[in-house]
T-cell receptor, first 118, second 112 residues
Framework: NAGVMQNPRHLVRRRGQEARLRCSPM?????VYWYRQLPEEGLKFMVYLQKENIIDESGMPKERFSAEFPKEGPSILRIQQVVRGDSAAYFCASSPDHRGTGGNEKLFFGSGTQLSVL | GNSVTQMEGPVTLSEEAFLTINCTYTATGYPSLFWYVQYPGEGLQLLLK?????DKGSNKGFEATYRKETTSFHLEKGSVQVSDSAVYFC???????????FGQGTTLQVKP
């Protein structure tokens, strides 16, 4: 069972371009979380999605950032018109259905996408 | 709001030394507490957890006790190995989803 797959591992963009980060959750997982890690900081929650629904986007910047998790295919974090301050490591995590006690604690993280904005 | 504070790194130890990484938190209610470890080039892995006061989480020789009176969850290991070199993150969860609040991470370097 493959783990959480993120691609690309490294992404370089110039200011003003668009960045698309992909995350394929573990097989059977229907919940996806995106986190951002700025240099010298811990991970900060961005958004929580279930299939085709955004459940909590309280950590997502109001402009330029969007996320989706379609019925088929990976979850996509999209950043439009990137700026230097968007340079960071973006981590995706997935978890199985939340039924029962303890199931919602089992987060599995991908290896991240390092975004560099020139 | 909820927050997690970790001791700053890097922490450099010799092999077989005793490890403590301090973690304190601020939260309303009764959060669950976690330690995650990130090895170079990899994603975060759950190391241990505790869901209520006085619980002790343990794994791979690491331990941490949920202390509500001091709002702390310090990570300890009696004898570290070179392979323990990694970044360690303390985190809390106050709801019932995977939305975690992380500390800033502490880099541990173990020298032979």
């Amino acid at each position: 069972n493959a783990g959480v797959m993120q691609n690309p591992r490294h992404l370089v963009r110039r200011r003003g371009q668009e960045a698309r980060l992909r995350c394929s959750p573990m097989k059977g997982h229907s919940h996806v979380y995106w986190y951002r890690q700025l240099p010298e900081e811990g991970l900060k929650f961005m958004v929580y999605l279930q299939k085709e629904n955004i459940i909590d986007e309280s950590g997502m910047p109001k402009e330029r950032f969007s996320a989706e998790f379609p019925k088929e295919g990976p979850s996509i974090l999209r950043i439009q018109q990137v700026v230097r301050g968007d340079s960071a490591a973006y981590f995706c995590a997935s978890s199985p259905d939340h039924r029962g006690t303890g199931g919602n604690e089992k987060l599995f993280f991908g290896s991240g996408t390092q975004l560099s904005v020139l | 709001g909820n927050s997690v504070t970790q001791m700053e790194g890097p922490v450099t130890l010799s092999e077989e030394a005793f490890l403590t990484i301090n973690c304190t938190y601020t939260a309303t209610g009764y959060p669950s507490l976690f330690w995650y470890v990130q090895y170079p080039g990899e994603g975060l892995q759950l190391l241990l957890k505790a869901t209520k006061a006085d619980d002790k989480g343990s794994n791979k020789g690491f331990e941490a006790t949920y202390r509500k009176e001091t709002t702390s969850f310090h990570l300890e290991k009696g004898s570290v190995q070179v392979s323990d070199s990694a970044v360690y993150f303390c985190a809390l969860r106050s709801g019932n989803t995977g939305k975690l609040i992380f500390g800033q991470g502490t880099t541990l370097q173990v020298k032979p």
